[in-house]
């Protein structure tokens, strides 16, 4: 779920290592890497390490959002396979614990622009309203809306990505651009719970029978979650980190 976290380390590789600082767009406690440099994820991680206090609250001067909590104020999903049957909008989800992350095994490449970094949370907790009509392994009805709250242990994430330099526009500007981005994740264990809301008993019937066969198969229900949550999270980060990209033109990054 703190899937678009990621997007710090190519966001910043790409920044930082560029010079960014000149073009003014960059606040001062970016401090820049050479492009050359021979350690260059390493003072990467060091530059990530020196904003993180800043990224609680958000820079809003490079589009990146608050991260504690970090809030989506909408989201749909629509998806199905063998396993589940997802149709469900979430309003007002929000995550504590993201800025926590542990990186590690960062590697960018900045002759193709593609990087992979590791991610890891010890605790993540979730809120969320919901609306759904899903299913759970063919057998198990989630229909209702209510409130949701969760906590996530041990979440380990591989990410790897890939930009691209947008062709010039009119005014001579070329943007980078993620076009490609892979999560594979592992999640450690969760706990949670769904309270329906809806005048309708069938419902709330549904809700705790969802819950009951969660805790009983948390194993099993996180391993058939776990591609949905990772494609989930391609599609936010992508978005995200194109947001952030948008924003400064690449010649600017350049000196
Ligand atoms: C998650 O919630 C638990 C229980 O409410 C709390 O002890 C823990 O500090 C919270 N963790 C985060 C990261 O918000
Ligand atoms: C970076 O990518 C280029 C082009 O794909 C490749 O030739 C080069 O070996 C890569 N460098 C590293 C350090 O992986
Ligand atoms: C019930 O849940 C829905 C969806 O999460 C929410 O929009 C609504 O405000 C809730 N209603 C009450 C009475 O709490
Ligand atoms: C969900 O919230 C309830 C109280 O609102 C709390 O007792 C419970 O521990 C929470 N569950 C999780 C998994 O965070
Ligand atoms: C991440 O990659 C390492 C090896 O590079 C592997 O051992 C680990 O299982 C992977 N983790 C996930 C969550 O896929």
């Known amino acids: ?4 976290l990621p997007i710090f380390s190519l966001v910043l590789s790409l920044l930082a290592a560029e010079h960014a600082v000149s073009s003014g767009k960059l606040p001062s406690y970016v401090s820049p890497c050479k492009r050359d440099s021979n350690d260059l994820n390493q003072c990467i991680l060091n530059a990530w390490e020196a904003l993180r206090p800043k990224m609680g609250g958000g820079i809003p001067k490079l589009r990146i959002p608050p991260l504690e909590p970090f809030l989506i104020p909408e989201t749909s ?5 063998d396993s589940l049957d997802v149709k469900a909008t979430m309003t007002q989800l929000a995550i504590t614990g993201v800025n926590s992350v542990v990186f590690s095994k ?3 490449n900045l002759t193709d622009l593609s990087g992979s970094v590791s991610l890891a949370f010890s605790d993540l907790n979730v809120t969320t309203l919901y609306v759904m009509d899903s299913m759970l392994m063919k057998t198990i009805p989630m229909k209702g809306q209510g409130k949701f709250n969760g906590t996530i242990n041990d979440v380990k994430v591989n990410m790897t990505g890939k930009a691209e330099l947008s062709p010039k526009n009119q005014r001579g500007h070329s943007y980078l651009k993620l076009v490609e981005i892979k999560f594979k994740g592992f999640i450690g264990d969760a706990r949670g719970r769904l309270v329906d809301n809806s005048t309708n008993p069938e419902n709330s019937i549904f809700a705790e029978t969802a819950n009951m066969f969660f805790d009983n198969n948390r194993r099993d229900v996180l391993d058939v979650l776990t591609p949905f949550i990772e494609e989930f999270c391609e599609e936010l980060v992508l978005g995200v980190v194109n947001q952030i990209l948008s924003v400064i033109p690449f010649e600017e990054m350049l000196i």
């Open 77 to 81: 999903i629509d998806r199905r396979s």
């Open 106 to 108: 960062l590697n960018v």
């Open 1 to 4: 779920m703190a899937c678009w």
